[in-house]
């Protein structure tokens, strides 16, 4: 019981705190006069009533999290700050279900980018400004933020940065102390988000549409502030701007903060990881433009590369923006981006997936596997990055991969008895457990996620929220194990 106030004194704070996050529509409705300030003080109130009425009962448990209550946390606060971030848009947009209005914040918050509204064009400054925030605050994790302020509230946050945080990035301590460290990382997320923008706003962009869409892209979120979504500006520079700045957001952060601290590019270089992202995405760029060029699918190779090489990158590095119709290319080529968009994004990064560092922890254990038939005796560690990888962390990749196969798996076969063909089915799971936005079918870029009914809605945002925390998070709570004392 102690425990569960604990866990109830931490997600109350959390949502006070959150409610601050209110500030930036409020000063955007403000500034555009969009008729929305009143919403969004209500809505920065409410959220702020929420958090104290759950935080009162509990105000005298302080003390560190357990582990097993640290993901109880990281799960409580994946659900309920999306919830939450519904009011205002209930608010502000006629007609909108609760339904519609949680899978918005959900594909928001984590990074999934995609959408069920319409007319995005003609909504209230202040409403955009908040969904691409949303995209913006999950993009690092609104656990890393809150790391770097509880522990100045009596919370612990060890825990709760290990269950939110991917990869090697659980092993890694880029400082001594984790709230240093989750400070240094939203110090280099915020430097390349402002860059982001000075470099968007540059290519054309208004101040708006500059602002809104670099954070969609430093957190691979792919909100946009247009129905037609990059599409909307037929512009190639801001398309390479966006390129260069997705691939970078594809990268493990520590290893930008250890480059910036450094002053050198060689920790790019050492790591094996953004080689092969990098290496990956940028050779199936060449591919897929040379293939679309022989279907004749464009009338030229460079107009070929050209929107090959943008929508590839969008989906393979999990951010989900958009700037023609990809679903209606030879089959070949979006299967092949909804494949990369699996393994693509770099653990510590803000894409989703099963990550390059497992899909390489799988191909070094499969060559681990066929050099053992012929040398059983032989002793071979494997590397990565010149580190020595321990076989418990074989097996746990092992465990993610099939968990995260069945997962797939099983929420495609829900979508399909609810009546969805085949291809919207899979390729909506797949795109919402890797956070990536569009799929194909009635899910395609030229449509949205509005037309799913509310059951097939509900499956994609569990699927969202799944991807998010990497299924083990979410997964753990409904082990007998989890509850035993």
């Not at 009962?57 to 606060?77: D, F, N, Q, T």
């Not at 398309?239 to 920790?267: C, D």
């Not at 040398?375 to 990749?397: C, L, R």
Request: charged fraction near 10%.
């Amino acid at each position: 019981m102690k425990r569960a106030f604990t866990v109830a004194h931490a997600l109350g704070l959390m949502l006070m705190v959150f409610s601050l996050a209110y500030l930036m529509p409020i000063l955007a409705s403000w500034v555009y006069d969009d008729k929305t300030l009143m919403d969004f003080l209500l809505a920065m109130a409410w959220t702020f009533c929420i958090g104290l009425l759950m935080w009162m009962p509990a105000r005298h448990h302080k003390g560190e999290l357990s582990i097993r209550h640290g993901y109880l946390l990281v799960v409580a606060v994946w659900a309920a700050m999306p919830a939450v971030a519904t009011l205002p848009l209930l608010m502000v947009i006629n007609g909108l279900s609760f339904t519609d209005a949680y899978f918005e914040t959900m594909s928001g918050l984590t990074t999934t980018g995609g959408t069920v509204l319409t007319g995005l064009e003609s909504l209230p400054p202040a409403i955009n400004i908040w969904r691409h925030e949303l995209n913006w605050l999950g993009g690092m994790g609104i656990i890393v933020l809150a790391v770097a302020i509880l522990p100045l509230l009596g919370i612990g946050g060890r825990q709760l940065f290990k269950a939110e945080t991917p990869g090697p990035m659980k092993a890694t301590a880029l400082t001594p102390r984790i709230t240093e460290t989750a400070r240094n990382l939203w110090m280099v997320y915020l430097g390349i988000t402002i860059a982001c923008i000075l470099s968007l706003k540059a290519a054309g962009m208004n101040w708006l549409d500059a602002i809104c869409h670099a954070f969609a892209t430093m957190s691979l979120g792919g909100f946009s502030t247009y129905d037609a979504n990059v599409g909307h500006f037929d512009s190639p520079v801001i398309e390479a701007v966006l390129i260069v700045f997705m691939l970078i957001a594809a990268m493990n952060f520590a290893t930008h903060f250890i480059a910036w601290r450094g002053k050198s590019l060689t920790p790019y270089l050492r790591d094996s990881e953004a080689i092969a992202t990098v290496g990956v995405t940028l050779a199936s760029c060449l591919g897929i433009a040379a293939y679309l060029y022989g279907q004749s699918t464009y009338p030229s190779f460079w107009t070929a590369l050209r929107h090959a090489s943008f929508n590839l990158v969008s989906v393979a590095t999990d951010c989900g923006f958009s700037s023609v119709d990809f679903n209606r290319w030879p089959i070949f080529a979006p299967i092949w981006m909804l494949f990369l968009s699996c393994v693509v994004a770099s653990s510590g990064s803000t894409g989703g997936g099963i990550k390059m560092v497992r899909t390489i922890v799988l191909f070094k254990q499969a060559g681990r596997e066929l050099h053992k038939l012929t040398h059983p005796a032989a002793i071979n560690p494997m590397k990565i990055g010149g580190a020595v990888i321990a076989n418990n962390v074989v097996f746990s990749v092992l465990g993610f991969i099939f968990l995260y196969f069945m997962s797939v798996a099983t929420l495609t076969f829900v979508l399909l008895i609810s009546g969805l063909d085949l291809v919207s089915a899979f390729s909506a799971v797949i795109a919402c457990i890797n956070n990536a936005g569009p799929g194909l079918g009635v899910v395609g870029p030229a449509s949205n996620y509005g037309v799913l009914s509310d059951f097939q809605t509900w499956v994609c945002t569990v699927a969202m929220l799944i991807g998010r925390l990497e299924i083990f998070t979410v997964l753990v709570l409904f082990t007998p194990q989890f509850w035993k004392r």
